[in-house]
């Protein structure tokens, strides 16, 4: 059973929302459970400490990016606002039009929305991707790199706060200050050859002052994650997190032929056990320990959007950013024909469903998407 929770109402953009179509499939049953209510039942004041047991069976639990998906939290791009454009927006390629809410309008056209309003100022709370990971039986806020993101985490609370109430381990990385000294105030904004000469250095927008890091640089295969440095994820971030998931956790650094680096998951999308979408355009430097442990690298084809539709954020490959229902069920955009002959070709079903305006606003299916529960255990797929 997938469980589709959603949260409604929202100030400026930053609310967040739990919802995925109907197009999952009709045989999919679904169960609601008000936020606000469950909430109420376990009342805290001042005076009385919160004792209660936690369950033996956490309601967070994923270990991967393939197995079964039972619950999972997708954003809403109502009011979203443009942020300010500092020194780390800027490097960020524009295309910009904000058409989003009628795709995900579309996604969510049979759920029942549910829940309580969520108030606070920001650009969006769209892409829970950014900000959550669950590992295990935990959920992680990332800390965030932009300043106009830095309180994106308070839509989020009510549901992290029900998971904690029902057992589930719950962990916020240290907020950085996001002080000028986290930002190469003098970052060149020129050429795409300057951007290449700078990232194969290893030299990005944001420095090692404190650290930060999005939760969409991390993707998970077991007791293996990957990682990649980027824009927004400092070498002290992947740090923070590789000492917090030690020793069960391995934490591999990866990188790509990528000018401008911000989140890995329309670079290298791992849709299975030992098999990964590798981005043709932004080869990954590593690729070859994968094939050695192993591992199918699929070469996803060329999207199929056009040139004049506006992205901001985010390029056209937002095509192989899919979300995996399990091994033999994806997500896809319904737009892009080839890449579903692709999954097809793997003996993946495809579920079409139109994102091609949510696309604008900077991302794709894994983006708009954290899944909070996955059917599975804990195993090792890599080396």
């Known amino acids: 059973m997938l469980r589709v929770r ?42 009385e400490p919160f004792t209660e047991p936690a369950p033996e069976e956490s309601p967070v639990c994923a270990h991967t990016e393939w197995d079964p998906l039972e619950e999972v939290i997708v954003g809403r791009a109502e009011n979203a606002c443009v942020p300010p454009f500092t020194v780390e927006v800027k490097v960020q390629p524009a295309k910009c039009g904000f058409t989003a809410e009628a795709d995900v309008l579309c996604l969510s056209s049979q759920t029942a929305p549910e829940g309580e309003a969520v108030f606070c100022a920001g650009m969006y709370a769209a ?37 904690f109430r029902r057992g589930a381990k719950w962990t916020t990385a240290p907020k950085p200050t996001m002080s000028d000294e986290l ?35 991390f993707i998970r295969a077991g007791t293996d994650i990957f990682v990649q440095r980027s824009q927004v994820t400092n070498f002290m971030g ?25 989140h890995i998951d329309a670079t290298f999308n791992i849709i299975g056990p030992g098999l990964v979408l590798s981005n043709p355009d932004r080869p990954c430097r590593q690729i070859e320990m994968f094939k050695k442990a192993g591992w199918t690298v699929v070469t996803p084809p060329a999207p199929l959007i056009p040139d004049n539709h506006p992205l901001w954020m985010s390029s056209k490959w937002l095509s192989m950013n899919v979300l995996m229902l399990d091994e033999k069920r994806v997500m896809v955009d319904a737009n892009e024909t080839n890449i579903q002959k692709m999954f097809e070709s793997l003996g993946i079903q495809t579920i079409r469903v139109g994102i091609r305006h949510a ?20 195993q090792s797929y890599f080396l």
């Not at 049953?29 to 805290?44: G, K």
Request: glycine share 6%; aromatic share 10%.
């Open 238 to 262: 992947i740090e923070w997190m590789r000492r917090h998931l030690a020793p069960t956790y391995k934490i591999h650094i990866i990188s790509f032929k990528d000018p401008n680096p911000m």
């Open 183 to 217: 930002y190469d105030q003098d970052y060149p904004i020129r050429t795409v050859e300057d951007r290449h000469k700078l990232a194969a250095q290893g030299k990005f927008v944001t420095t090692e002052f404190e650290p930060c890091f999005d939760a969409a640089d």
């Open 6 to 47: 959603c949260l409604r109402g929202g100030s400026r953009g930053a609310e967040a929302a739990h919802l995925i179509g109907a197009m999952v499939g009709r045989a999919v049953s679904r169960a609601f459970r008000s936020t606000s209510s469950s909430t109420a039942a376990l009342p805290l004041t001042v005076d």
């Open 359 to 378: 696309n604008s606003l900077g991302g794709g299916f894994h983006c708009w998407t954290t899944d909070v529960r996955r059917r599975g255990t804990l």
């Open 127 to 163: 892409m829970p991707r950014d900000i959550l990971i669950v590992v295990g039986n935990e959920i992680i806020e990332a800390p965030m790199a932009w300043r106009a993101r830095f309180f994106e985490y308070r839509a989020y609370r009510p549901l992290i706060k029900e998971y």
